[in-house]
């Protein structure tokens, strides 16, 4: 990233545009989020996408950005460019790396794409989005026993028990959700990248439980079928 593009984002406080149906960072089609200089601006930005969608969007306060955790998080979040709208001009694209976010926060596997969809599915509730997720990674919950002779060692993968006694499989797009969940369990579990195609026959028709600790995605049966009929050509 240049220093131009740095000074962009730093040197001004901004409004950015977050999704009411995640809490997070709206991501649009582009793979950008939206920061604004401007209040009014913003407004008008959010009412031309919610009369398409009606509370699809909303403001957060303004703020300024230290470049850093600015460039890991969004990228983390599935990010891939920050359209910043300065008073009165045409939106200026800045568009984020991996090396750009690997240096801000070294030792994180990020995982974008992944990321980036399901934001999008839950931003959207389009099918386009659940398909593209196919043949994309995700990270399991797993404990691997101890191996007995000739015997090959079991895996247990992790599920969480509601109310309702129903059964929900684990799963997060990236590792930092991973290890922020087995922060608070008992039990240390590892990660194990899968694949949702896969993870199927894992889950045994019980439903799946995306990132518990942030914005939580259900996978129902209806979702995966979804999901594995793959993108349309």
Known sequence: MSEDDKNLLTLTPYYVIYSSNTNQPYIDSDGHCIF??????AEGYIEAVNKKIPDTLKIQDSKQFKIKELCADLYNLGAIGISVHKRAQKPINVFLSESDAKRAKKGTLFNNDTSRYVLRAQETHQKQFLRILKNRPFYAPIIISDRKEKQYPHVSYCYATFKTNEQFYILFTTLDEFNQWNATQQNEWSPLEVYVSK???????NPVLIN????KFFLTNHTFNIIKSGPKN
């Open 199 to 205: 993870f199927d026959r894992i889950r045994k028709g």
């Open 36 to 41: 604004f200089e401007v209040h009014i601006e």
């Open 212 to 215: 518990p600790m942030s914005n």
